[in-house]
């Protein structure tokens, strides 16, 4: 059965930090066919009618029809303490975050957390996340579950720790390295789920398992590699204190070969220039957390620099360090944490972070993020008038980005109509 979408529709065909608002393709009063979760077309509306009369049809108005927003940094365990009051990253991870994800053991609590997680995601038209679980292997197991019963493309791997971490969640080198091979054999392109290798970040590491886990990825480049670097300026200086032989933060990463093409790099707020030639010359992607680095008071991502020098960049909430489940609040936090810096981003940029940014930093940029034939048919659906506030503002809009600019800053779950995952619909209740 193919299923026939109407309504604004909206894709990138294009990089708008490159080619400015056209790299957007606007089909104002467009459609797009769907069939066995795939899209097999997008064009004008009359025609598409015309063409494909058999079509269950599906007539959102003058909704706007997006690529499914993709979230590429999360971490699902810490669903249940999001806006945690008042600390710093290291007292925030051991205040809040470390005796709740000592709590991932237990199946059943790994399993609810992971249903919550997703449930709250697609409710806020997000479609894929590539998130962090715990050290225990229970909880991929729970999140790959709770994602493969939703349809769901995601990427998630075990974070692996083994100091400056309560025993309760530090495994070891070799643990580390075996579970993780063992979760990837189980889980890697089983339907939609992608496995990542995930050391939590170098000061929660020995050496010996960033070896461990450099040597993982060294015999599985198939697959990615996600941590963070260099969110706060206190644990930069701890990482030069734990590892002194290294050139810098992410000369840590590259020595136990932790560097490469299919690496991702959550935060990346203080760079040294070393460090951004590196980044740029692998290929390698950087994440933006800007209600994460708002919340947690870590500074300001330099947008606009690092997209000029060449950097790959997607956007994420960061759940739990982050404040919001919703894309649209992540994209306003970007625009803010830009205007500190003085550059104002396009609708047009963020909203392309949300979708096709954050899939090409996955490397899931030719499946998923864009509306386009041959594309998975994950799709958000999203109301340019969800409040009485937004919709007097979007009344007055002159263009499409000036109509979509107030959702962007004011919207949220009320917003989403509906979200399309893998062709079937989840429509708001
Ligand atoms: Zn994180």
Redesign the pocket.
Known sequence: MRDLLIGQVLSFDDDPFLEGPSAARIEAEGAVLIEDGRILAVGPAASLRAAHPEARRHDYGKALISPGFVDA???YPQTGIIAGWGKRLIDWLNTYTFPEESRFGDPEHARRAAETCLDLMLAHGTTSVCS?CTIHPESVDAFFTAAQARGMRVMAGKTCMDRNAPDSLRDSAQSAYDQSKALLERWHGVDRLGYVITPRFAPTSTPDQLAALGALWAEHPEVAMQT?LSEQKEEIRWVAELFPEARDYLDVYERFGLLGARGLY??AIHLEPRERDRLRDVGAALVH?PT?NAFIGSGLFDMVGLKAEGQRIGLAT?IG?GSSFSMLRTMAAAYEIAQLRGEALHPAQLWWLATAGSAGALGLGDRIGRIAPGYEADLTVVDLASTQAIAQRAARAGDLWEALFPTIMMGDDRAILATWVNGKPIHRA
């Open positions: 940094h999360a971490h962090f963070h959550g935060h957390c994460s960061d360090g």
